[in-house]
C-alpha cells in the first residue's frame, strides 16, 4: 500500500510545499479487509542522471494509523459481523427452495433465495448501511458496496454458498448463489449441460428417487439405490425393475 501513498504524495503536494518540506499525512482505508495503513509522505528533490535535470520524487514512512480512522472500521468489522452471524444462522425452508437439485436450469431459484435473506436480515443490512454511510461522509469515499461470502443451510439438507454485495440505493443485498450442494456432498451444476455422466453420491434409495425425478425434467436419470452412481439418460426401465416410466415429466 506504500506505493499508493507514494503515488498520492507525487500528485497532492505541489512544488512549492515540496520546497519548504511539507510533510503530509496519508491514511488508506480497505472497506473490504476492515483494515487501513497510514504513511507520511514527501516530496524530495533529487539529483538524477545527466543530463536530465533534479526532479521532486515523493518519499514516506508508515505511521500509526490515528483513532479517528480506526473507530468507524471497528464499528463496520462488528456490523459485518453481526450480518455474517445472522445470515450463517439462517436455514432457507423448503417452501423457498425445495432441494438444492433444484437450482439447475432454475430462473426463480437466486431470486427467491435474495428475497428470502432481504426480508430475514432487514435490521443488520441497515446496521451496515448505516456505518458504511458514515465511513463515506467521513472520508468522502464513492464506492461502499461491499462484497461477503456467506454459507447457508438449505432446510432439505445440505447448502448454498452466495456472494453477497451490500446495495446502497435502497438498502438491500444482492445475492449470488455461487454453489449448491445436496444433503449427500453433491454440487449440483446449474447448468443442465453438466448433468449428464455426472457420478453422485447418494444415501438412501427415498434420497435417489427424490433426485431423479429432478433429472426427469431433463430427459436424465438414476437407478433407485444408494451408493455412488452415473447419471445417464433417462431408460424406458429402471435397473431391474420391468415396469416402464416416461423419461420425463
Not at 435397473?239 to 423419461?247: E, H, K, S
Amino acid at each position: 500500500m506504500k506505493s499508493i501513498a507514494l503515488t498520492w504524495a507525487k500528485n497532492n503536494i505541489s512544488d512549492s510545499e515540496a520546497r519548504s518540506n511539507v510533510h503530509k499525512d496519508v491514511h488508506l482505508i480497505n472497506i473490504l479487509n476492515n483494515d487501513a495503513e497510514s504513511y507520511r509522505v514527501h516530496l524530495q528533490l533529487v539529483q538524477m542522471p545527466p543530463p536530465l535535470p533534479s526532479t521532486y520524487l515523493p518519499f514516506g514512512e508508515k505511521i500509526n494509523t490515528p483513532a479517528e480512522v480506526l473507530g468507524p472500521l471497528a464499528n463496520l468489522k462488528k456490523a459485518r459481523s453481526q450480518l455474517s452471524s445472522a445470515g450463517n444462522n439462517l436455514t432457507i425452508p423448503t417452501s423457498v427452495i425445495s432441494d438444492a437439485w433444484q437450482f439447475t436450469n432454475c430462473a426463480f431459484c437466486e431470486n427467491s433465495v435474495d428475497r428470502f435473506l432481504n426480508t430475514n436480515l432487514n435490521g443488520e443490512i441497515l446496521t451496515v448501511q448505516l456505518t458504511l454511510t458514515a465511513i463515506a461522509q467521513t472520508f468522502g469515499l464513492i464506492e461502499t458496496g461491499i462484497p461477503d461470502t456467506f454459507r447457508i443451510n438449505l432446510e432439505s439438507g445440505g447448502y448454498l454458498e452466495l456472494l453477497i454485495k451490500l446495495n446502497n440505493e435502497p438498502t438491500s443485498l444482492k445475492v449470488i448463489v455461487t454453489k449448491a450442494v445436496d444433503q449427500d456432498d453433491n454440487t449440483v451444476p446449474f447448468s443442465a449441460d453438466k448433468l449428464r455422466s455426472l457420478i453422485i453420491q447418494v444415501s438412501s434409495v427415498h434420497r435417489a428417487a427424490g433426485i431423479d425425478a429432478f433429472l426427469n425434467n431433463f430427459n436424465l436419470a438414476i437407478p433407485h439405490r444408494m451408493g455412488v452412481i452415473t447419471i445417464t439418460d433417462c431408460p424406458s426401465i429402471v435397473d431391474n425393475d420391468q415396469i416402464p416410466r416416461p423419461c420425463s415429466k
